[in-house]
């Protein structure tokens, strides 16, 4: 079994976005990063994300709403940043609490930046396998890993277990794009032990800490972990793991960002 670690894709991006930022001629590109509640899973995001934002040389600002916050309240506060001209990009911790219409807001968000690809318009791009938008950060960034690792997609059985939209659906499509053969795990997979462990390369995005054991894995797989997982002792990200190349994709998403924004091109 191979496990691989993210760290040092992370510092690869940061080469990558150090050089789309000398292009902006010294202008600064700034994230919004919008909260509702506090989860201790998005407050760790959070967190990660100030300190990539501050380590890549760029600027972010929280912004953040009580949990009990009314749907008509939220929408309005979330249109001033949305149409604040000193913000590049958005990150939209989710899923928000129950009164407010998630759906509303994927609509109203500027697919220009939403870098986390939660607009209609971004994530249709991902499904017709295009790249001009903005793909979910995740999903990206477990194949800026697998680049980075020199492991290669074209024609490999892959399996994803998990099919959520913010992670598990998006990146099947990324695979798919690369050329990859996915088959995509849930909860009703039949014989799930045996598809993942048939698989070379296996991500796992199900949420669940430790689902993941030895009856899954094939001989010399490649097994990525995307997990951030809370259990009663708090919030347990990877280490090195997935999240710090998220953050990282963030990042040059802010940047590509900035720079259609201000003109200097794609
Ligand atoms: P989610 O919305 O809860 O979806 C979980 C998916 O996994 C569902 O499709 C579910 O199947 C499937 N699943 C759950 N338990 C399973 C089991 N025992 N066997 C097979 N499939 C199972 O979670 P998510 O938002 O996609 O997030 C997935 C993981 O990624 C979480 O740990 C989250 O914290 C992490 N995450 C990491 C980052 C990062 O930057 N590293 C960012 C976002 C999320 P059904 O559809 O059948 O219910």
Known sequence: MIT????????????????????????????????????PDDMSYERGALKKMENFGLQAESFSFSADISNEEFQAEFKKINENPDIDGILLLRPLPKQINERDIEHMIDPEKDLDGISPENIAQVFAGVNEGFAPCTAEAVIEVLKANDISLSGKRVSVVGRSIVVGRPLSMLLLKENATVTICHTRTKEIEKTCRDAEILIAAAGQAKMIDASYVGADAVVIDVGINVDQDGTTPVPGGVGAVTTAVLAKHLVTAARRQRGSGK
């Open 4 to 39: 691989l670690k993210g760290a040092a894709v992370s510092a690869k991006i940061k080469e990558e976005v150090t050089e789309l930022l000398r292009e902006l001629a010294g202008a600064v590109p700034k994230l919004a990063i919008v909260r509702v509640g506090e989860r």
